[in-house]
């Protein structure tokens, strides 16, 4: 059964940068594509930042060169790395299968952008 759980979230200002954190078990994480999601209040659930098995990345216009995504096999870990906030960043950020989502979701973390 895949487990996934994120953390990091907080309030910050805009400007600031915060990291979250995705552990993930039931799966062998190396093998597998991993992705960032996140639900904005009254958004539809979108993808942010993709990592591919050769640690490829790709990433979401209104992120590119804000957000980093990264992994660790060893950690069965993948970070985002959110650097210049802005108050439209605020949403319940989720991490799930690049290909698909086809995981089930984690209860997320919310970020919230605010002065």
């Known amino acids: 059964q895949v487990q996934l759980v994120e953390s990091g979230g907080g309030l910050v200002q805009p400007g600031g940068s915060l990291r979250l954190s995705c552990a993930a078990s039931?799966?062998?994480?190396?093998?597998?594509?991993m992705a960032w999601y996140r639900q904005r209040p009254g958004k539809e659930r979108e993808l942010v930042a993709s990592?591919?098995?050769?640690?490829?990345?790709g990433y979401t216009d209104s992120v590119k060169g804000r957000f980093t995504i990264s992994r660790d096999n060893a950690e069965n870990t993948v970070y985002l790395q959110m650097n210049s906030l802005k108050p439209e960043d605020t949403a319940v950020y989720y991490c799930n299968a690049a290909v698909g989502a086809r995981w089930g979701w984690g209860q997320g973390t919310q970020v919230t952008v605010s002065s």
């Open positions: 990592i591919t098995t050769f640690d490829i990345t």
């Open positions: 039931g799966i062998i994480f190396s093998r597998n594509a």
